[in-house]
Nanobody
Framework: QVHLVESGGGLVQAGGSLRLSCRAS????????MGWYRQGPGKERELVAT???????TYADSVKGRFTISRDNAKNTVYLQMNSLKPEDTAVYYC?????????WGQGTQVTVSS
């Protein structure tokens, strides 16, 4: 079993920054891709950013230039640095880890950006 625990969400004013963290624990041999998804009020869950074990990152167009994803393979941890936050970034942010044993999700952390 694999567990993902997110932290770092909160309330911030527009233009501010937050850093999300997600640590994986449990029966882990190799984590392939790790990523962040989000689900805003009344919206479907969408991809924010992903990063491979080699460090190759992809981003949603809406966050390019503002968000940076990174990971520490030794700690099985993925980070999301969010700068220049906008009210439309308000959502529950979910961590995702892709292992050979399956695809795992965290419980989510709320990010609220006030205007």
């Amino acid at each position: 079993q694999v567990h993902l625990v997110e932290s770092g969400g909160g309330l911030v004013q527009a233009g501010g920054s937050l850093r999300l963290s997600c640590r994986a624990s449990g029966s882990i041999f190799t984590i392939n891709a790790m990523g962040w998804y989000r689900q805003g009020p009344g919206k479907e869950r969408e991809l924010v950013a992903t990063i491979t074990s080699a460090g190759s990152a992809t981003y949603a167009d809406s966050v390019k230039g503002r968000f940076t994803i990174s990971r520490d393979n030794a700690k099985n941890t993925v980070y999301l640095q969010m700068n220049s936050l906008k009210p439309e970034d308000t959502a529950v942010y979910y961590c995702n880890a892709e292992l050979f044993s399956g695809n795992y999700w965290g419980q989510g952390t709320q990010v609220t950006v006030s205007s």
